[in-house]
C-alpha cells in the first residue's frame, strides 16, 4: 500500500461563475479551450523548433541588429526554481510577502518612479 494521502482543498467556483465562460458564444469557447487539450503532446517540438530558429537567427542576422544575442536559455537550476515558486504561488497558505526580491527590482522600481516606461522593460 501507498503513503499517498490525497488532500481536498477548499476551494470551488461560486454561485454567480458560469459553467461556460462565454455562454453567448460557447463555439467560441470551446475553440479557445481545444490548444490546452492538443497543445501539450507538441510543446517538446515547439520548444525545439523557437529554439532552432533562434541558433538559427544567430547565424544569419548581423550582430550589430540583433535585438537578443543570448539564446542558450535558463539553466534546469533556474527552471526547477522557477516552477517550484510557480507552484507554491498557488496554494492557500501562500504569503506573496515572504518570496524574494528578484535582483534587478531597485532598478525597476527607480525607472517606475522616474515614469520611465516599464512594460517592455526585458527587452531594452
Given at each position: 500500500?501507498?503513503?499517498?494521502?490525497?488532500?481536498?482543498?477548499?476551494?470551488?467556483?461560486?454561485?454567480?461563475?458560469?459553467?461556460?465562460?462565454?455562454?453567448?458564444?460557447?463555439?467560441?469557447?470551446?475553440?479557445?479551450?481545444?490548444?490546452?487539450?492538443?497543445?501539450p503532446p507538441f510543446e517538446r517540438?515547439?520548444?525545439?523548433?523557437?529554439?532552432?530558429?533562434?541558433?538559427?537567427?544567430n547565424r544569419h542576422v548581423p550582430k550589430e541588429v540583433r535585438l537578443v544575442d543570448d539564446v542558450a536559455g535558463p539553466s534546469a537550476r533556474e527552471i526547477a526554481s522557477l516552477l517550484y515558486r510557480l507552484l507554491r504561488s498557488q496554494t492557500p497558505w501562500h504569503r506573496q510577502v515572504d518570496e524574494p526580491v528578484p535582483p534587478f527590482a531597485a532598478e525597476w522600481l527607480a525607472a517606475w518612479d522616474a515614469g520611465r516606461n516599464v512594460a517592455e522593460w526585458y527587452a531594452r
Open positions: 500500500m501507498t503513503a499517498l494521502r490525497i488532500r481536498k482543498l477548499p476551494w470551488r467556483f461560486g454561485p454567480d461563475v458560469p459553467f461556460q465562460w462565454n455562454a453567448a458564444n460557447p463555439a467560441f469557447g470551446l475553440g479557445m479551450n481545444t490548444p490546452s487539450f492538443i497543445g517540438r515547439i520548444v525545439l523548433a523557437v529554439r532552432e530558429a533562434l541558433h538559427a537567427s
